[in-house]
Structure formats: C-alpha cells, structure tokens
C-alpha cells in the first residue's frame, strides 16, 4: 500500500513569513500533484509535477519533485490569509494511474 | 464557475432513513469518485468508476452504493443512515490528468 505522509500536519503562522511543507513516502510515484481544499469546499488542483527534480512555480508557491520522486515540497513565500487551508498531495495509486492516493494533509492557517 | 455539482450541500437526517447524495459534471468525463473526509482530515476513497455501467468500491469499506447510468451522473446511496456515517462526502470527476471536485455534501446522522 502506498502512502504518502505530509509534515506538518498544522501550521499556524502570520501573514508575510515563509514556510515548507511536506510530502514523503517510501514508494516511487510517476508524477505527485498538491491541491488546496478551502473550508467548506473541495479540494482544488494546484500543480502537477513529473519529473524528478522538477521544480514548479506558482505565483509566492514554489512546488519540488524530489529527484527519486518519493517525495515534494511546497514552499510558500511571504503567506497571506488567503493561503489559508488544507493542503493535500496525490499520487496516482499502484496498478492504475486513473486512481490517486492522497496525503496525510497539512493544514495551514496564516493570520494578519 | 462549477464544473461538477453536489446536491445537497448539507442534510441532517435520522437514523435508519435512506439518502442518496447527487453529483453531477458536464465535462464528459468518464472516470468518477466518491470520497469521505471527516474534517480537515485526510480522503479516504469509497467508490469509484471509469464509465457507464461500471463501479468500483474503493479502498474504504463503505455500506454505501453508487450507480452509472449516465456519463455526466454519479449518485450516492445509503440505504439505511446511522450516526458513524456523518462525515463529508466529495464526489470527483477525472480527465486523467487531475481531479475537479465538486463542493461536498457535509451529512449528519442523529
């Protein structure tokens, strides 16, 4: 069985500092995706990342595929409150890539 | 603007009553999912189907059932609700490339 845990599993921190989350397991995945899941919503894709050392960039979020893609991390520059939430990362399951494994999740909540 | 739709977005109903949570996608995705978080915690998958006509139970035992008749449809059903089925129930659809989730249905069971 696949798994994929995340570090932290709370981060509480105020708007403008930096931060690092986590996404580890002892399985190679094929590519790892992280999404964002807001209170009372559904989670949202953010990025896709498939090869090992890749490093994507969205606006203040940074994402790394680590180089034996068992692991990323998503680095967030100078957090605001709207970065406020779950944040979860998925592989696709052993066997079939139609299904993902999700993370353990992070949640982050960032104050003024 | 939403892609794929649930229905309702919050039921409390009582024990031993039958429900079916609605989902519903208008980009003709084939593949399709339905997944239980409680809050803030990790998505534990429960079904799942690839298209008309096929369903999977997922990696969660689950007492629920789910039908495909229609692409664009992926209906939930609990034929008998107890209080350890309160939980959020998301559905999914799946191009291959990534997941678009729809907003939940947040159930309680009394």
């Known amino acids: 069985t696949q798994l994929l845990e995340q570090s932290p599993q709370f981060l509480s921190i105020q708007e403008g500092e930096n931060l690092t989350v986590y996404c580890n397991s002892s399985?190679?995945?094929?590519?790892l995706q992280w999404y964002r899941q807001e209170p009372g919503e559904g989670p949202v894709l953010l990025v896709t990342v498939v090869t090992g050392g890749e490093v994507k960039k969205l606006k203040r979020l940074t994402f790394q595929f680590g180089d034996a893609r068992k692991d990323s991390s998503l680095h967030i520059t100078a957090a605001q409150p709207g970065d406020t939430g779950l944040y979860l990362c998925a592989g696709p399951s052993t066997g079939t890539a139609s299904k993902l494994t999700f993370g353990t999740g992070t949640r982050l909540q960032v104050t003024l | 603007e939403a892609d794929i739709y649930q229905t309702p977005r919050y039921l409390v109903i009582g024990t031993g009553k039958k429900i079916t949570l609605e989902c519903s996608q208008t980009?003709?995705?084939?593949?399709m999912y339905w997944y239980q978080q409680d809050p803030g915690m990790e998505l534990h998958l429960i079904h799942y189907s690839y298209g008309v006509n096929s369903t999977e139970k997922g990696d969660l035992s689950s007492e629920s059932t789910v039908s495909r008749i229609r692409t664009e449809h992926f209906p939930l059903t609990l034929e008998s609700a107890r209080p350890s089925h309160t939980s959020q129930y998301l559905c999914?659809?799946?191009?291959?490339?990534?997941?678009?989730f729809g907003s939940g249905t947040r159930l309680t069971v009394v």
């Open positions: 980009m003709g995705h084939d593949k």
């Open positions: 999914a659809s799946s191009d291959g490339y990534g997941y678009t």
């Open positions: 399985s190679v995945f094929s590519s």
